[in-house]
């Protein structure tokens, strides 16, 4: 790192940089043009051009506002120029006869054409042009361009900067040099093609994206290769107990399902921990597969742990995993947060003690006093809703076991290749036949008589239906009191009808019973917080109204929409909406009214959102991508993904290279 005063470093931190490589890596936002020098007469209108004259005219008025106002003037034109805000420096260097040189955009105006707020130079006759074009970095409050540029010129020095890259893999890539391309890119040349620098498109930050990518591809792979290095029991059984739980089932699997069955049985006969995750759309059939990973551990002679992040959650599977193992004669054990004291403690015992094959919970799962007598496989639900923390403490229970991540949430493959390189992936790219797909409706809230009298309508059908109020992120107790006011409201108005209500507030032997009694039809009308959005199943229930849709996000109201269209008959999902949408919100509810497929949704979703708010928790433990956009540079992608293999496998020096040079301190961030 240059030295530099304290404060400067400082700011230098904010932006990211701490040694001297994050200032080479410290590319421009974008150029300005001071190679060239326009007639004014000349000079194209809408664009930044370089100008030059001498000051003929200056002077401060006050109305219509107090602004500067000058002349300035070449060879064939005259340029009014204007500063709405203006220090007496600027004064100064408008003073008359003064040669200056300006840097801005002409536009015409009242008086002719005249430049607003130009970047002003005062210049001798004849003073050199820039030889190449100006870097506009991204920047701090306090650090000007100037001191920044300067900063950035310093760290690059002249001697050429080390390639960490063999000359074999960037002739292979047709991809230039590290050095020139850093300096073309910090510095262009005047006849640089400009559209390929803005645009990125320029061989030199083909370079520089390709880097980046690799970089985050070596660091997941490395840490995904240490995690091998770990060792985890072999779990190899025959299968007998799968067998039976299939046999017992009014179903049969997937292909799809099937085909993740045997991945997952494959990784768990290896010496080393699976991390794989298993992805699939809401409704897809995960549960199952769960169930059946968990039976190959326990027929193997190991304990499974399946976490789930909300107890109404963790307890339907508890009870249907319950219903389906108990006539295999395997126990599973209980544990949430909410049980008394003397019912924990005989959960803990039956798993400490290996009497219960199955532990199912919420977090309480990875508290401090869980014991288990021997941990083959933990199954961690949703795992996107949990912190990287809780899924490190329970990998830490038992000796390496084995993990399944399971999430609803489809990740496009963009990013499962970047930012999920870390972990192997199932994909159930298939819904079980026999589902109807569901009916979605965008209906504003002025009509919400009429959607009341639909829900009457279809309870006395002898249907069940939803009701989901909105989320309110400002006040859990603003969302509170909304879900009370619509629950007063709908209770009133459908008399007939038993109504339930379930919110984040309610002690969980509360919910579980509004639950229980939904189930089996005591209750027609559930009125929910989005505490439902995850893993409840009722088949009967076929309409969901969702209120303020507008406020939700694409991926939560995908997952609520999946809790109706789970039984036969046709389903409808009614998003109200009130008025006046924003543009964004606009663009979410027509992405989730014209599709029903999660991984199109999903991939919509990241091309409204960008990576970033996309991967909401993952990113923290990730060096997210500055350069590189996943969309453009798929082939770039693709290519440092083969790269990081090759290279960890037969240069491993080379990779530590060039990870230290794009991570340098961060490269312990990625122990997830
Ligand atoms: P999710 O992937 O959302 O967790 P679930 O595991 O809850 O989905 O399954 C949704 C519903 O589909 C459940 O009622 C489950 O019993 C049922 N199901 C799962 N697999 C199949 C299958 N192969 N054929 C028919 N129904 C299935
Ligand atoms: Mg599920």
């Known amino acids: 790192m ?27 936002l974008r150029y300005e043009d001071e190679t060239h020098l326009y007639p004014i007469a000349d000079a194209p209108v809408g664009e930044t051009v370089l100008v030059e004259g001498e000051v003929t005219h200056n002077e401060v008025t006050y109305r219509p506002r107090r602004q500067l106002v000058c002349q300035v003037k070449d060879e064939g034109a005259v340029l009014h120029v204007r500063f709405l805000n ?26 002719g054409d005249e430049m607003v707020h130009p970047k002003t130079r005062v210049v001798k006759d004849g003073a050199s042009l820039a030889e190449s074009l100006t870097p506009v970095y991204p920047t701090t409050a306090g650090l000007a361009q100037p001191a920044l540029r300067k900063l950035i010129a310093t760290a690059m020095g002249d001697k050429p900067l080390a390639d960490t890259l063999p000359a074999t893999v960037l002739d292979t890539l047709n991809l230039p ?19 390929a620098l803005t645009e990125r498109e ?60 045997n991945e997952i049985g494959l990784d768990l006969t290896r010496p080393y921990p699976m991390q794989r995750l298993l992805q699939g759309d809401v409704g897809s059939g995960k549960t199952i597969v769960a169930a059946l990973a968990a039976l190959h551990a326990i027929e193997s002679g190991y304990q499974a742990a399946l976490m789930a992040p909300t107890e109404i959650l963790a307890e339907q599977h508890y009870l249907k995993l319950s219903t389906w193992l108990a006539p295999l004669g395997i126990e599973v054990a209980w544990l949430a947060g909410s049980l008394r004291k003397s019912a924990k403690t005989a959960q803990l015992a039956r798993v400490a003690s290996g009497e219960a094959k199955l532990a199912i919970g919420t977090h309480a799962l990875f508290q401090d006093q869980v014991e288990f ?49 870390d972990l ?29 009298e639909r829900v009457r309508m279809k309870c006395l059908e002898g249907r069940q239906a939803y009701w989901v109020c909105p989320l309110i992120e400002e006040s859990e107790a603003l969302q509170l009191q909304t879900a009370l006011d619509t629950y007063t409201v709908l209770v009133e108005s459908l008399p007939e009808l038993k109504v339930g209500l379930v919110h984040g507030r309610m002690k969980a032997s509360e919910k579980a019973e509004v ?50 269209g789970r039984g036969a008959v046709e389903s409808t999902c009614i998003l109200l909406y009130t008025t006046p949408l924003s543009d964004t919100a606009k663009a979410r509810l027509k992405v989730i009214y014209e599709n029903t497929d999660g991984f199109e949704i999903a991939r919509q979703d990241l091309h409204l959102r960008g990576p970033g708010e996309f991967l909401g928790a993952r990113q923290s433990g990730a060096p997210m991508l500055r350069f590189a956009d996943l969309e453009k540079d798929l082939h770039l992608l693709e290519a440092a993904q083969e790269v990081a293999e090759q290279l960890l496998d037969q240069a491993p020096s080379v990779a530590e290279a060039h990870l230290s040079r794009w991570l340098g301190s961060r490269t312990d961030l990625l122990k997830v």
């Open 86 to 111: 203006f220090y007496p420096s600027q004064v100064k260097q408008f003073a008359i006869g003064n040669r200056v040189r300006l840097l801005g955009e002409i536009r015409h105006g009242f008086f």
């Open 373 to 421: 007598q021997q941990l083959g496989l933990s199954i961690v639900d949703e795992q996107h809703r949990f912190g990287v923390h809780q899924r490190l403490a329970l990998r830490s229970k038992g000796h390496s076991p084995h993990q399944l991540m399971m999430s609803a949430t489809p990740i496009p493959r963009t990013l499962s290749m970047s930012y999920y390189a």
């Open 2 to 28: 240059p030295s530099a005063p304290t404060a400067v470093l400082q700011r230098l931190a904010k932006l990211g940089i701490q040694r001297r490589f994050d200032l080479i890596l410290h590319l421009p």
């Open 202 to 261: 320029h061989p030199a930050w083909q370079r520089l994206k390709f880097d980046e990518l690799l970089a985050q591809q070596l660091s997941m792979r490395t840490a995904y290769r240490a995690r091998r290095d770990k060792s985890a029991p072999i779990l190899a059984c025959a299968g007998d107990l799968a067998k039976q739980l299939l046999t017992s089932l009014p179903f049969g699997l997937t292909g799809a399902q099937q085909r993740v069955v």
């Open 177 to 195: 040099a590290f050095d020139g391309s850093v300096r073309l890119l910090h510095n262009p040349p005047p006849d640089v093609a400009q559209r």
């Open 424 to 452: 192997d992936v199932s994909v159930i790219d298939e819904l079980p036949p026999g589902r109807t797909p569901v009916v979605t409706k965008l209906v504003s809230d002025a009509r919400r008589d009429e959607i009341i």
């Open 515 to 564: 639950m229980a009694a939904f189930k089996i039809n005591d209750v027609q009308l559930l009125v929910a917080t989005t505490v439902i959005e995850v893993g409840v199943d009722v088949p009967n229930a076929c309409l969901m109204v969702i209120e303020h849709a507008e406020r939700m996000g694409l991926s939560q109201l995908h997952q609520l929409r999946g809790r109706v």
